[in-house]
């Protein structure tokens, strides 16, 4: 066996292995903590990813590896290449949710499911002279066999746009969640789901080599590096995913983000809130202290609605709620660190006592204010 197919097995080996790994520890969580019902369907969700993940990588082992095997599973293979992006699209879409009334769209498994059920009965039909080109860039044409040899060579564009199309739809999802939770949540570093960008960074990896080895020549090396580098991608894909998911760094929200903003605004509520109320009662009460800090947690204090306490925070400090409430944080942090008889007091702790959740929390939040103009306090 050549070093280039020991490595390329390997690889193949360690990526199928990880995706399992995954779905047993998912698995174990779910069996052994008491979760809520949405998030053991989100992690079922996450373990169907996997399984679908590996029929993927084991059809393109064969495809490299056993063409006669391969050519058994061709539709599968189709299936789960056009399947793959919608499930990270239903993944993503439950992570970011800001409505309760949302709901993913089953509709979006039809086209994927209707299109490799048509290959697989077109590929039934063929001749087996058809059957057994596993070539992907030149055409080998059969008279009456046009449909089939078309929709064969037009699997490569078809996944590709679906890639391209579910991509997208993930990526706007996420930024737009990342806008909105930011005026909710006082907690941005698990509610803002930054470990889901470098989910895309590793995405960005993973595709662009099967396409380069697509409109390249089938030179070893062209092949080696175009599976083994999306294999190791895969690999920390899977890791950083399911670390993250095993963690529990995501907040699923039970109230909506969004609002009808003319609906809320005709709530009846306080709508002249002033700095020397709204501070007084930070500076008294702490409720910065909670970790767990929701600006709909602080809207009955103040008798007023979430949209108009959001404005005033953001046009009197020039802050969004997040860093507004991690401001308080910092200097309680810088407070608590002061005191003589906190000097021996593990950092961990005084981080903890200041409300953030975690060291890496209050760096982000330091490292964001710093990076702001000083801003002028507003009387209202």
Known sequence: MDIERFFLILSFSISIFSALLCMVLLLMKIATKNLDKFVKRMILLLIT?????????????????????????????????LVLPVLFYHFVFKLTRLRTSEDFKLSHYVLP???????????????EELKTD????????????????????????????????????????????RNEIIQYSSDTIVSSLTWLYQIFGMALLIF?????????????????????????????????????????????????????????????????????EVHAYMMTKKPYLDP?????????????????LSSFINTTYGLNFSMYINKFRLEEFYYLKGLPENKDMDIDELVYLSGFRSFQSLKRSEKILSSLPEFAIKES
């Open 292 to 308: 767990y800090l929701k600006i709909t947690d602080l809207v009955p204090v103040f008798a007023t609605n979430r949209t108009y």
């Open 134 to 177: 596993t070539s992907d860039k030149l055409p080998n044409w059969i008279k009456g066999q046009e449909v089939y040899i078309i929709f064969n060579y037009s699997r490569f564009y078809i996944r590709l746009v679906v890639l391209v199309i579910y991509v997208y739809l993930s990526v706007k999802r996420l930024i737009h969640y």
């Open 49 to 81: 990813s996997f399984t679908v993940e590996v029929v993927y990588l084991l059809t393109i082992f064969f495809y490299n590896f056993n063409t006669q095997v391969f050519i058994q599973l061709k539709a599968l293979n189709f299936f789960a290449m």
């Open 113 to 127: 499911f209707l299109l490799a059920l048509l290959y697989g009965v077109l590929f039934s039909m063929a001749p």
């Open 208 to 276: 662009p080599f099967p396409i380069l080895y697509y409109f390249t020549s089938n030179d070893i090396y062209i092949r080696f590096i175009g599976l083994l580098v999306p294999n190791l991608s895969v690999l920390m894909f899977n890791v950083v995913l399911c670390y993250n998911i095993f963690q529990q760094n995501f907040v699923l929200l039970t109230e909506d983000i969004i609002v009808d903003k003319f609906s809320d605004l005709e709530k009846n509520g306080n709508d002249y809130l002033s700095h020397k």
